[in-house]
């Protein structure tokens, strides 16, 4: 069945730092990818998606490409900011009738 | 365009009570999922509900259960309550076009079971 995969958190980091959070995935056919973040207290919040391989999801100065190639869809971010500190969930869904499967959330800590 | 919102926000009910939980999806969005977070299990997929029937299903005990009105507001039970249930509860609605399945979350019902 489908799968996603993150590195374990968490993930700390200084503000201002490179934030990079591996996402890979195992699906048939072509799925969608999609980023959501979850805020303390607060549901998910879609960040960025991507519908096909070799497209580019971006959002707030995050970032993932969809690798068709290496089945990944890895977060990037230039430079980090306390309020960024989260949980990030990495998802895929084929749509239709099939359910959205969701990776098990890397947190990351900003530091000031 | 409102967001999902979910009712009650915070609820706290004591073992073999049971609790009703409310979600309003997005206007025009005709699925709706719920889903259960724990620290321990992460997210874990319920139920799925479009246009009033369960269309998918989660590995839950039969005291978990859904239903969804006409309007596509939903609601979830769960009876006989124990203390693992304790968790936040999120609602999810999602438009089905162009075939790709974007979902939109509510803010979450946290349910604690004493």
């Known amino acids: 069945g489908d799968s996603v995969t993150q590195m374990e958190g968490p993930v700390t980091l200084s503000e201002e730092a490179f934030l990079t959070i591996n996402c890979t995935y195992t699906?048939?056919?072509?799925?969608?990818l999609f980023w959501y973040v979850q805020y303390p207290g607060e549901g998910l919040q879609l960040l960025l998606k991507?519908?096909?391989?070799?497209d580019k999801g971006s959002n707030k100065g995050f970032e993932a490409t969809y690798r068709k190639e290496t089945t990944s869809f890895h977060l990037e971010k230039g430079s980090v900011q306390v309020s960024d500190s989260a949980v990030y969930f990495c998802?895929?869904?084929?749509?239709?009738?099939?359910?959205?499967?969701f990776g098990r959330g890397t947190s990351l800590i900003v530091h000031p | 365009k409102a967001g999902v919102t979910q009712t009650p926000r915070y609820l706290i009910k004591t073992r073999g009570q049971q609790v009703t939980l409310s979600c309003s999806p997005i206007?025009?969005?005709?699925?709706v999922s719920w889903y259960q977070q724990t620290p321990g299990q992460g997210l874990q997929f319920l139920f799925e509900?479009?246009?009033?029937?369960?269309?998918n299903k989660g590995n839950f005990p039969g005291r978990f259960s859904g239903r969804q009105f006409s309007n596509s507001r939903s609601e979830m039970n769960v009876s006989t309550l124990e203390l693992g249930d304790s968790a936040l509860y999120l609602c999810?609605?999602?438009?089905?076009?162009?075939?790709?399945?974007?979902?939109?979350f509510g803010p979450g019902t946290r349910l604690l079971v004493l």
């Open positions: 999810a609605s999602s438009s089905l076009s162009g075939g790709e399945e974007t979902q939109y």
């Open positions: 699906a048939t056919g072509y799925p969608s």
């Open positions: 991507a519908t096909k391989a070799d």
């Open positions: 998802a895929l869904s084929r749509g239709g009738s099939y359910i959205p499967t």
């Open positions: 206007s025009g969005h005709r699925s």
């Open positions: 509900y479009f246009s009033e029937t369960q269309r």
